[in-house]
């Protein structure tokens, strides 16, 4: 992983803050090794939108997680926020 990928998260592409998670894009439970950076908020609504199949089903790829309809919403969001932002994650009603 470059330098300037280590720097950024892998979900909403902002700089990483003091918090950093690392998120296995296929799960461990599912065997995946490979992890990415991520803030905590990024990867809480990663976990709210897919479930461990789905997240093997696309084979660890950033492009069909950031296009789901309600994870695009949150992007649009949190990208001008600063790195170490908080808020809570739920679920779309």
């Known amino acids: 992983m470059s330098e300037d990928k280590a720097a950024t998260c892998w979900l909403?592409?902002?700089p990483l803050g003091r918090?950093?998670?690392w998120h296995h894009?296929?799960?461990k439970a599912k065997k995946g090794r490979d992890t990415v950076p991520v803030h905590p908020i990024c990867h809480k609504t990663i976990h709210l939108h897919f479930t461990n199949a789905q997240l093997v089903?696309?084979?660890g790829?950033?492009?069909p997680v950031a296009a789901h309809e309600e994870v695009a919403k949150f992007l649009r969001w949190i990208g001008d926020k600063p790195?170490?932002?908080h808020a809570?994650?739920?679920r779309p009603k």
């Open 57 to 59: 089903r696309i084979d």
């Open 88 to 90: 809570p994650v739920r």
């Open 12 to 14: 909403c592409e902002r």
């Open 19 to 21: 918090r950093v998670q």
């Open 61 to 63: 790829e950033r492009g």
């Open 25 to 27: 894009t296929v799960p």
């Open 83 to 85: 790195p170490d932002f």
